[in-house]
């Protein structure tokens, strides 16, 4: 059981039901000293959407405190090497959990709109320079993971060994049959999806903040790396600046609105295991790595001073995910592989020692299956470590309006109107609205 007390699957669960305050008061309850890179991920979220901005960054200040802990030790040390054999000898869940890429550097994009919510735009403009830092650090892991495999590739053939021979790369005919990430993992149009690494929300985010907090500078360049990445983040700016080349100051007259919509939840991570029947009356467990879908909604239809918003969804956390666990694929093999080769050795080894005694010899086939069954049951039990950013949110999208300066706005989501009283000298609102279920909407907004 993972140090939350919670496996990922009862995590789903009560997001399914919609049991938001049954699952913060479970994963809060827990000893402080006992938390998890996880448990801090899940509860800054769980507190950000029931509008807890300061609680939510102390809990994401837990989870960096965490990462950076982690990333300061060495390569190579005593529990790194205690996690990997475990790993690649009875079950995945052995390794420890220190996230995802695209978990790391989202970690401070959804920190910044703690700050921004609390009206601190030069604390959420803080965040988003650390999250494209840690965008480089993520990208810089992924060139050296990449250069490793290359060198490692061009070792065999040196040594006269078939490509194919080792782990280093995979193809649908490697993995198994009954896996249901397969197909996802080898379709042409999804690995055309994931040819990048990064997401042009974060930076489309990094630019309006920054903006707001009078960096134009580096708002210029978050902007133009957005687009870069997605073009669609370019048609929403030149929409309402007219170019993204230069962003415009703020105050020049009328009332900007900035619409972040989060919704549903990101995939679930959880081991598969896939059986495979001996002629012994035993098995042999394949597991690896899958992902239970996202929950997703359709975004919600959201219109303001006479003028309708047009989003343009610019995060896919199934994408990232997808992305990661493909790259990953080559160790998840070569893992899974030497944890089949290791539980059949102890099957054959149980059976020759039952074979080798007259008393046993006829339970043979009995002695297989406990044996299998018993190693079941301890890769299941160590599975349920197996975390992920279970509440980070499935999608996000971005919109913006120019309206006539007002003192009050009026705006609809899904037919249902709210009005906001706004200062005198305000020259803009940001509008937060978070989906957790189908018809369960959230509106939170700060003035600037």
Same mark, same amino acid.
């Given at each position: 059981?993972?140090?939350?007390?919670?496996?990922?699957?009862?995590?789903?669960?009560?997001?399914?039901?919609?049991?938001?305050?049954?699952?913060?008061?479970?994963?809060?309850?827990?000893?402080?000293?006992?938390?998890?890179?996880?448990?801090?991920?899940?509860?800054?979220?769980?507190?950000?959407?029931?509008?807890?901005?300061?609680?939510?960054?102390?809990?994401?200040?837990?989870?960096?405190?965490?990462?950076?802990?982690?990333?300061?030790?060495?390569?190579?040390?005593?529990?790194?090497?205690?996690?990997?054999?475990?790993?690649?000898?009875?079950?995945?869940?052995?390794?420890?959990?220190?996230?995802?890429?695209?978990?790391?550097?989202?970690?401070?994009?959804?920190?910044?709109?703690?700050?921004?919510?609390?009206?601190?735009?030069?604390?959420?403009?803080?965040?988003?320079?650390?999250?494209?830092?840690?965008?480089?650090?993520?990208?810089?892991?992924?060139?050296?993971?990449?250069?490793?495999?290359?060198?490692?590739?061009?070792?065999?053939?040196?040594?006269?060994?078939?490509?194919?021979?080792?782990?280093?790369?995979?193809?649908?005919?490697?993995?198994?049959?009954?896996?249901?990430?397969?197909?996802?993992?080898?379709?042409?149009?999804?690995?055309?999806?994931?040819?990048?690494?990064?997401?042009?929300?974060?930076?489309?985010?990094?630019?309006?903040?920054?903006?707001?907090?009078?960096?134009?500078?580096?708002?210029?360049?978050?902007?133009?790396?957005?687009?870069?990445?997605?073009?669609?983040?370019?048609?929403?700016?030149?929409?309402?600046?007219?170019?993204?080349? +230069? /962003? @415009?100051? *703020?105050?020049? $007259? %009328?009332?900007?609105?900035? #619409?972040?919509? =989060?919704?549903?939840?990101?995939?679930?991570?959880?081991?598969?295991?896939?059986?495979?029947?001996?002629?012994?009356?035993?098995?042999?467990?394949?597991?690896?790595?899958?992902?239970?879908?996202?929950?997703?909604? +359709? /975004? @919600?239809? *959201?219109?303001? $001073? %006479?003028?309708?918003?047009? #989003?343009?969804? =610019?995060?896919?956390?199934?994408?990232?995910?997808?992305?990661?666990?493909?790259?990953?694929?080559?160790?998840?093999?070569?893992?899974?592989?030497?944890?089949?080769?290791?539980?059949?050795?102890?099957?054959?080894?149980?059976?020759?020692?039952?074979?080798?005694?007259?008393?046993?010899?006829?339970?043979?086939?009995?002695v297989d299956l406990l044996l299998s069954?018993?190693?079941?049951?301890?890769?299941?039990?160590?599975?349920?470590?197996?975390?992920?950013?279970?509440?980070?949110?499935?999608?996000?999208?971005?919109?913006?309006?120019?309206?006539?300066?007002?003192?009050?706005?009026?705006?609809?989501?899904?037919?249902?109107?709210?009005?906001?009283?706004?200062?005198?000298?305000?020259?803009?609102?940001?509008?937060?609205?978070?989906?957790?279920g189908k018809d369960k909407v959230r509106?939170?907004?700060?003035?600037?």
């Amino acid at each position: 059981m993972s140090c939350s007390g919670l496996s990922p699957q009862e995590v789903r669960k009560d997001l399914l039901h919609g049991d938001l305050a049954g699952l913060e008061k479970s994963l809060s309850g827990q000893n402080e000293e006992k938390w998890d890179l996880s448990t801090a991920l899940n509860l800054g979220r769980l507190y950000q959407l029931d509008g807890r901005w300061r609680d939510s960054i102390g809990a994401y200040e837990r989870a960096m405190a965490i990462l950076e802990e982690y990333e300061r030790r060495a390569i190579v040390n005593v529990r790194g090497v205690a996690g990997g054999v475990g790993a690649f000898t009875l079950a995945r869940g052995s390794s420890g959990y220190y996230g995802k890429g695209y978990e790391r550097t989202l970690l401070h994009t959804m920190n910044a709109l703690n700050y921004m919510m609390l009206g601190d735009f030069s604390g959420a403009a803080v965040e988003m320079r650390r999250m494209e830092t840690r965008q480089e650090l993520w990208l810089e892991e992924k060139e050296n993971r990449l250069r490793e495999a290359l060198e490692a590739r061009q070792k065999e053939a040196s040594l006269g060994e078939s490509k194919d021979s080792g782990l280093l790369e995979y193809s649908a005919d490697r993995l198994p049959s009954g896996y249901s990430m397969r197909g996802i993992l080898e379709d042409p149009a999804m690995r055309s999806l994931m040819s990048g690494y990064q997401e042009p929300f974060s930076y489309s985010l990094s630019g309006i903040v920054c903006r707001i907090a009078d960096d134009r500078e580096y708002a210029r360049v978050s902007i133009n790396r957005a687009v870069s990445l997605n073009t669609q983040a370019g048609d929403m700016f030149t929409k309402v600046w007219g170019s993204v080349e +230069e /962003p @415009p100051a *703020i105050g020049n $007259g %009328g009332m900007e609105v900035v #619409l972040i919509v =989060l919704g549903g939840f990101a995939p679930a991570l959880k081991m598969e295991q896939i059986r495979i029947f001996t002629g012994l009356g035993g098995y042999l467990l394949f597991d690896l790595p899958a992902y239970m879908p996202p929950l997703s909604y +359709e /975004p @919600p239809r *959201i219109h303001a $001073g %006479g003028g309708n918003f047009e #989003l343009y969804g =610019l995060l896919r956390t199934e994408i990232l995910a997808y992305r990661e666990l493909r790259d990953d694929m080559n160790y998840e093999l070569a893992a899974a592989m030497s944890r089949v080769a290791a539980r059949a050795a102890m099957a054959v080894g149980a059976q020759a020692a039952a074979r080798s005694n007259k008393k046993t010899r006829s339970a043979a086939g009995i002695v297989d299956l406990l044996l299998s069954a018993s190693l079941d049951l301890i890769s299941g039990l160590d599975a349920s470590s197996l975390h992920n950013w279970e509440t980070l949110p499935a999608s996000g999208y971005l919109g913006m309006l120019n309206l006539p300066s007002v003192s009050e706005l009026g705006f609809f989501v899904n037919g249902r109107r709210y009005s906001l009283g706004l200062p005198v000298a305000a020259r803009g609102v940001i509008l937060l609205v978070t989906q957790t279920g189908k018809d369960k909407v959230r509106v939170d907004h700060v003035t600037y």
